[in-house]
């Protein structure tokens, strides 16, 4: 597994994202959980979502964990946390509440398409910057412009060999892309950023997500050397800038005159 310390210091010198960059585990009990950690429902008096619990990880640099109270029964689906019962499973109850005005059958394949583990499996998902992570995570996870993840990906890509990243996107739940999915294949994952961290107001119209298997990390990190070494794959993106500047007509007679070039 990379150093957190080596995988922070690249991220840092390669992508500088504005906001932490951060480790992602899933524990299957309390007992994973290291010391200082913050549960929402029993440290801060409320519930939160898991898709909030990642935007308090990454813009306050808090380590956080999220089990079965988390608010967006998508997400304890997707995380194993919750059952899946048959009005759920069949799409009937979503319908009857109008949920994002799906069908019965549109809500059922909604559920049926979800990436999930199993029922039971995991307790907690545990969000934490990663300079601040004491733990070994499954994932990294990081938001940042489409140049920033464009790097990202160039660097994943050349580092692993891998000629493209196959992901699946959709107009919410990207939770389940940059968690579940991205630990059920083993592969990276792209998302854009959802519904459900929309209508919340966490992520900036500008930012979509980008997560990593912790064991493709370091080659992420050899891919992000090479890119920079070429000279294109860097950020800030590098412009093209050799070719005569152009100005409006007059301007070479007066710099001509100024010269004595006349």
Not at 64 to 71: E, G, L, T
Not at 107 to 131: D, M, R, T, V
Not at 135 to 156: C, D, K, M, N, R
């Amino acid at each position: 597994m990379a150093d957190l310390k080596q995988v922070q210091a690249a991220w840092e010198q390669y992508l500088r994202p504005q906001t932490f960059p951060l480790a992602v585990r899933m524990c299957a009990s309390e007992g994973e959980l290291p010391e200082k950690t913050r549960i929402p429902q029993k440290d801060m008096g409320f519930n939160i979502s898991l898709c909030h619990a990642v935007t308090m990880a990454r813009r306050y640099g808090w380590t956080i964990a999220v089990d079965k109270y988390q608010s967006c029964y998508i997400a304890g689906i997707s995380l194993g946390f919750l059952p899946i019962l048959p009005d759920v499973a069949d799409g009937s109850l979503q319908a009857s509440l109008g949920l994002w005005g799906m069908t019965k059958e549109q809500a059922a394949a909604s559920i049926q398409n979800l990436p999930k583990f199993e029922y039971g499996k995991y307790k907690y998902a545990l969000i934490a910057p990663l300079h601040r992570c004491n733990f070994e995570p499954h994932l990294i996870l990081t938001y940042g412009s489409p140049a920033q993840i464009w790097v990202l990906l160039s660097g994943y890509l050349m580092g692993t060999g891998k000629p493209s990243v196959q992901t699946a996107l959709a107009t919410g739940a990207g939770c389940t892309t940059y968690i579940t999915r991205t630990i059920q294949t083993d592969e990276a994952q792209f998302a854009i950023v959802g519904t459900g961290e929309r209508i919340i107001g966490h992520p900036q119209d500008h930012e979509c997500a980008f997560s990593i298997p912790m064991n493709k990390v370091e080659k992420t990190i050899q891919g992000l050397q090479a890119g920079y070494q070429t000279g294109v794959f860097r950020y800030p993106v590098p412009s093209f800038m050799r070719y005569p500047s152009q100005h409006p007509p007059g301007y070479d007679k007066v710099r001509s005159h100024l010269l004595g070039e006349e």
